[in-house]
């Protein structure tokens, strides 16, 4: 049963998908990875999704972030219908409006921390706001390191350079794909924090995928995905309480 909040900040959405579906192969080999979702994500909240694997979390966070083709239903990312755009404006959209944060960190061996960071910004042939940029680096603490280059810098490092790179455009949304995956916890905790700092302090909006009960406690909610569909939603979630809801679901991903 769906947890519906009984107070909640009315503010702008960011992202809707409606009645969104993806479906691969027919016939024998039909899988759906997404039954029929609607859900939105609110400006300046950070909404982390979880589920069992096989759930559908990653398909509906990249059908959303313009990553992934849909089989049905919509996509907005502002006033922005998804569908309704041809390859390059997709690509324009994904550069200008969404920032990205992957598991791996994604960043070119050879330019700085600093290049990193502005990359997308250097490609699309856009001078850099230099104030947010600059106020980016200091929350995410490095100043000090924005001449080294990716293999000068511990995993933690690159992946807060990596969070600065996604906020550094000032983009309408972040996703997150298992962004501290690859990280111990100290560091995972470090990067977290960043990416809540982002929402409080710099009125990010943040879309994260994760299967880590802790991290998702970095949210304002989590919905939980099964089968393709969204079966609940938790309001300020602690790590235990996201624990407990997980081990309800049996090994196929099905409530139990």
Known sequence: MITTPTARRATAVAARAAELSKVYGQGETRVVALDHVTVNFHQGEYTAIMGPSGSGKSTLMHCVAGLDTFTG???????????????????????????????????????????????????????????????????????????????????????????????????????????????DSRSGAEVLGFLRSSVRELGQTVVMVTHDPVAASYADRVIFLVDGRIVDEMIRPTADRVLDRMKEFDGRGRTI
Not at 93 to 110: C, E, H, M, S, Y
Not at 135 to 144: A, E, F, K, Y
């Open 73 to 183: 239903g919509s996509v907005r990312i502002g006033d922005t219908e998804l569908g309704s755009l041809k390859d390059k404006q997709l690509t324009r959209l994904r550069r200008d409006k969404i920032g990205f944060v992957f598991q791996a960190f994604n960043l070119l061996p050879t330019l700085t921390a600093l290049e990193n960071i502005t990359l997308p910004m250097d490609i699309a042939g856009r001078k850099p706001d230099e104030e947010w940029v600059r106020r980016v680096i200091d929350r995410v603490g490095l100043s000090d390191r924005l001449g080294h280059r990716p293999a000068q810098l511990s995993g933690g490092q690159q992946q807060r350079v990596a969070v600065a790179r996604a906020l550094a455009s000032r983009p309408e949304i972040v996703f997150g794909d298992e962004p501290t995956g690859n990280l």
